[in-house]
């Protein structure tokens, strides 16, 4: 069983930080790409962050030069950090990570349960 567990979220005034941690744990061979999903109320759930294997990133136009996205291979987990928080940057923020279970798997991708984030202005 493989699971992603977020934490990090909470509720801040707009200029505030929050950091956002996903672990990822559960018998695996390899992760690929992982990522930071966002979903506002109403809204569908859209990329903020990814980041490759490889350490490559990639940021939505709404995030970047103030989200950061980072990983820790080792420990199999990635961050968000988040600055400079705006009211439209409130929803609920999913990890998301591409996995091969073994070393015959083709791959599957997988969800965290989300964690909220709420920025008041």
């Known amino acids: 069983q493989v699971n992603l567990v977020e934490s990090g979220g909470g509720s801040v005034q707009a200029g505030g930080s929050l950091r956002l941690s996903c672990v990822v744990s559960g018998t695996i061979s390899s992760i690929n790409d992982m990522g930071w999903y966002r979903q506002a109320p109403g809204k569908q759930r859209e990329v903020a962050a990814r980041i490759s294997g490889g350490g490559n990133t990639i940021y939505s136009d709404a995030v970047r030069d103030r989200f950061s996205i980072a990983r820790d291979s080792a420990n199999n987990a990635i961050y968000l950090q988040m600055d400079s928080l705006k009211p439209e940057d409130t929803g609920v923020y999913y990890c998301?990570?591409?996995?091969?279970?073994?070393?015959?798997?083709?791959?599957?991708?997988?969800w965290g349960q989300g964690t909220q984030v709420t920025v008041s202005s």
């Open positions: 998301h990570a591409f996995i091969r279970r073994t070393r015959w798997d083709d791959g599957s991708v997988f």
